[in-house]
Nanobody, 115 residues
Framework: QVQLVESGGGLVQPGGSLRLSCAAS????????MAWYRQAAGNERELAAEITSEGTTNYADSVKGRFIISRDNAKNTVYLQMNSLKPEDTAVYYC?????????WGQGAQVTVSS
């Protein structure tokens, strides 16, 4: 049974930082591309950042230079360090694990950026 469990969301003021974590179980974590997607109210889900099994990273233009994705294969965990947060970063953030034709999702973590 595959499980992706996000943690670390919450309320933060503009300019602040948060770190999201996603703990995976039931998969050979090191073989998977791991990603963070986000979905703001009324919008479609969009890719924020991803990291391949080799450690190659890719970021949406809107978060480039502010967010950092990383992974710890020993802990089966992927992280998203979010800095210089803006109100437009407010969204539910979803962890995703994918390999070939398989894709799994976490339940989502709310991030709200507001003063």
């Amino acid at each position: 049974q595959v499980q992706l469990v996000e943690s670390g969301g919450g309320l933060v003021q503009p300019g602040g930082s948060l770190r999201l974590s996603c703990a995976a179980s039931g998969i050979r974590f090191s073989l998977y591309t791991m990603a963070w997607y986000r979905q703001a109210a009324g919008n479609e889900r969009e890719l924020a950042a991803e990291i391949t099994s080799e450690g190659t990273t890719n970021y949406a233009d809107s978060v480039k230079g502010r967010f950092i994705i990383s992974r710890d294969n020993a802990k089966n965990t992927v992280y998203l360090q979010m800095n210089s947060l803006k109100p437009e970063d407010t969204a539910v953030y979803y962890c995703n694990a994918r390999i070939r034709f398989s894709s799994y999702w976490g339940q989502g973590a709310q991030v709200t950026v507001s003063s």
